[in-house]
């Protein structure tokens, strides 16, 4: 394949000087092919290159020339840690069983509570190590911030026995992870901000930039001896909730002194779907004509392409829709691993299984409102999914029953929220209830990441005009 103009600049700030590099590439504009070039032309051999996940750095091991050594950030922080250690064990329940550890310890009396807090505080746990939080006071290394702004990151500002358990569960799960036993986020947390032996790469290169955690960002700090190339796409920063630095590649790009290069020309939108999102992205440009972007005023349920993808900001919205498309007999599949498993566990928390609606809406009115005091930003979102279920089902044990069948489910419609979309593409794409976006950055940019999933059709829907 001949380098477009782009493709060349890059090449020949790579190949003609020891610049700091960074490459803001847009949707769909040839990264991983440009990421070859970029490491076929890097005088300084070897390159390390660090992907975000498994399923990224499994590509780029596949098409990367020979003097590519491809990690991703947790494999890589793996083994120094073993190195800082010796053998090391992973047990991913580790939080979960230092819990139950924790709670048991606790008086009787207290232990009701601590189970209401259950999931708050295992998610918390691992937000911590994304953030860098170290309990005050408890470890010689330095936290990347303090317990208020840790607090003010969580989805909900925790009660005082979850924000004991918390720094507790973290001050044990440090003192695990010296003997030899971590978790996934262990993998990044320990070698970051606590240390070991980095190896020295020449040149270190950096993929889906936008998306790194302060602790990602430590151990690139650790990590840059020499070159440091960076490539991302700062407008699908979407990521800002479970712990990735906002402005995060400017912030690399001012640390490390990098000069700025562009992919802007997209291989996967046509000329139609790339101008949609001009207003956020003015320099985006396409290889070819055409597409169809399209505001549907209506829609049947049977007229919903197979194989096409339905998203959304919010979860509400698609699992009603889901519900309906079931209905109607249309084969659909919900992207639901982080949200199913909190709704049935909120659902089995609310009262027996033989209350009736109309008492089933009263507790997801009464556990929403507990939760909005608390502080919480997704109370709303998940209230919204436990009141589709139930007013599907007649009583609390049919509204988990059809939560629990819906997840289930393997079909050729999917139903995805933007932030699970991210990375993916489909011919057709729905976009559902626009309106709900606002006008944050966040939502902003992932407005972008939602129009640019579809390589050739994209409609936006209203779920108030979608028929049977």
Known sequence: MEPTDEQTHIL?????????VMVRALAGTGKTTTLEMIVAASPQQPTLCLAFN????????????????????????HRIWASAVGKVALDKDKTRNAFRFYVEALDKSDRPEAWE???????????????????????????????????????????PLAAELIDTILTGSIKASYQGVIDFNDQIYMPALFGGSFPRFPHVLVDEAQDLSPTNHEMLRRLAKGRV?????????IYGFRGAVQGGMEELQKRFAMTVCDLSVSFRCPSEIVKAVHWQVPHFKSTREGGIVHDLKTIKLSEIAEDSVVICRNNAPLLTLAMRLLSAKRSVSVSGSDIGPRIIGAFKKLGQETDDCERVLEQIAEWEKVRREKGSKSAGDVADCMRVFA?????LGQAIAYAEHLFKQEGTIRLTTGHKAKGLEWDTVYHLDPWLLNGTEQDL??????????????YTINSRSITT
Not at 146 to 153: D, G, I, K, P, S
Not at 391 to 395: D, K, L, V
């Open 54 to 77: 498994k399923k990224i750095a499994e590509e780029m091991t596949k098409r990367l020339p020979s003097t590519a050594l491809v990690r991703t950030f947790n494999s890589l922080g």
């Open 229 to 237: 190339t960076i490539v991302g796409d700062p407008w699908q920063s």
């Open 117 to 159: 807090v259950y999931h708050e505080v295992v998610s918390a746990v691992g937000l911590a190590k994304s953030l860098g939080y170290i309990p005050h006071g408890q470890h010689h290394s330095r936290s990347l911030l303090t317990q208020a702004e840790f607090h003010a990151a969580l989805d909900e500002r925790p009660s």
């Open 12 to 20: 020949n700030v790579v190949s003609s000087t020891s610049d700091n």
């Open 445 to 458: 940019n992932l407005a972008y990441v939602i129009g640019t999933r579809a390589k050739e059709r994209l």
């Open 391 to 395: 007013s599907f089902g007649e009583s």
